[in-house]
Every structure is written in C-alpha cells, then in structure tokens.
C-alpha cells in the first residue's frame, strides 16, 4: 500500500529539548512538505522540499529545521529555540509539476511538558 | 495577498439534510487550483477534490459536489443527504501558483451530522 506515514502519533518535549518527527512516503513523490495545524486555524507550512538535498523556507520556519537526504524521508526537527511547539504537525508529499495535489500523513501531536 | 476565507466554523445538522461549505477565495494569478480536503476526528487529512481555474463546471461524486464560480471567487461544497460519517472538520485550500506549490489553507468548518 502506498502512502505516508508519520511517527510518533504523541510526542512529548521538555523544555530545551530538540525533538525530531520522523515522515516517510513511499509514492515515489519528488515534493514532500510540512505543516502546523493549531487549534480552530488552517494548516501553515513551516518547510518544504521539491527534490532531494534540497529545501525551503515555509511562512513559519524559525524554531524548525528539515534535511532531505532521502528521496522517501523529510524528517522535522523542532528545536529549542521554539517557543510555542504544542500543535499537530502534518507531512504531505506530491509530484513535481505545478500544483499536483497533495496527499498527507496522520500527523503527529506535540506536546510540551 | 492570496487568501481563502470559510466563514462558517461550525454546522449542525441532521442526517440526511443537504448542507452546503461556504469557500471564498483571493488571489491575482489567473491560473491556479482549489482544493477540498477532509479532517475526520483521527487528524489525517483526506483529499476530497482539485479544480483548475479555467474548468468552472461543477462536478459531481456520489453525494459530493461542488459549485465552482469565478464570477464570486467562490468554490462551495454541497453535501447531499447527510451522514454520520461525514462528521469531520472540511478545509479549503488556493493553491499559491507559484513554483513552491505551497497551500493556502481556510481555517475550516466543523461539520456534525446528527442522527
């Protein structure tokens, strides 16, 4: 079955701990994102990769850092210097071309203790 | 600034009513897409539909459909005879029509269908 998976479903983060979400596809999608779903808002993109080795900014990236080294894998590192991390965090992941539809994982729900 | 409004947060109704998702959009590019996707209480986000700007035919999937009009930047999604399962929170999103294809999402409704 092809698709997108997240781990953990819960995470929990001590202050000044760095925490790091794993997402993995197996659709053979070049592009991979990540967004923050906060409660009773939209989903926001924090970063974003459009192929291998390579990625970008989103609106919401500061506290937040990504690698690409695998075409299959976008893991998302929140670090310290996030102040607000509780919220539910989204990967999706589509095809290259101009504005192929994006398809998302069950997320990951961070919680601060 | 691109933009995707739903005004509605929250709607109730009772199986088997028709209820209508209220989408409206801002945005200067002339060619883009719109996206409805579904949150059911697990989280995962399910994809629902994807428009183009220059198809303005409503489509239609068994008791889904949709209402595309360029003319009100409105992309409203009608559910026929609801049901229990359609129970979920329901988001908009603008594609940016940019090289990111990044989403522009609404804040989304939280549809309950009560039996």
């Known amino acids: 079955d092809g698709g997108i998976t997240q781990s953990p479903k819960y995470l929990f983060r001590k202050e000044g701990q760095n925490v790091t979400l794993s997402c993995e596809q197996n659709l053979n999608h070049d592009a991979m994102y990540w967004y923050r779903q906060d409660p009773g808002q939209g989903l926001r993109l924090i970063y974003y990769s459009q192929i291998v080795n390579d990625f970008q900014k989103g609106d919401i990236a500061e506290g937040y850092s990504v690698s690409r080294e695998k075409k299959e894998s976008f893991p998302l590192t929140v670090t310290s210097a996030q102040k607000n991390p509780t919220a539910f965090y989204l990967c999706?992941?589509?095809?290259?071309?101009?504005?192929?539809?994006?398809?998302f994982g069950p997320g990951t729900r961070l919680l601060v203790l | 600034a691109q933009k995707v409004t739903q005004a509605q947060t929250e709607i109730s109704v009772v199986e088997k009513e028709d209820v209508t998702l209220d989408c409206v959009y801002e945005t200067r590019d002339t060619t883009y897409y719109l996206f409805w996707y579904k949150q059911p209480p697990s989280g995962e986000l399910v994809f629902l539909i994807r428009r183009n700007s220059f198809d303005e035919q409503n489509e239609i999937s068994g008791r889904y459909s949709w209402n595309f009009q360029k003319s009100t930047s409105s992309f409203n999604f009608t559910i026929t005879a609801s049901q229990v399962v359609d129970s979920a929170v329901y988001f908009c999103?603008?594609?940016?029509?940019?090289?990111?294809?990044?989403?522009?999402f609404g804040t989304g409704t939280l549809l309950a269908v009560q039996p």
């Open positions: 999706a992941s589509s095809g290259k071309d101009y504005q192929e539809t994006q398809y």
């Open positions: 999103a603008l594609g940016d029509g940019g090289a990111t294809n990044k989403l522009i």
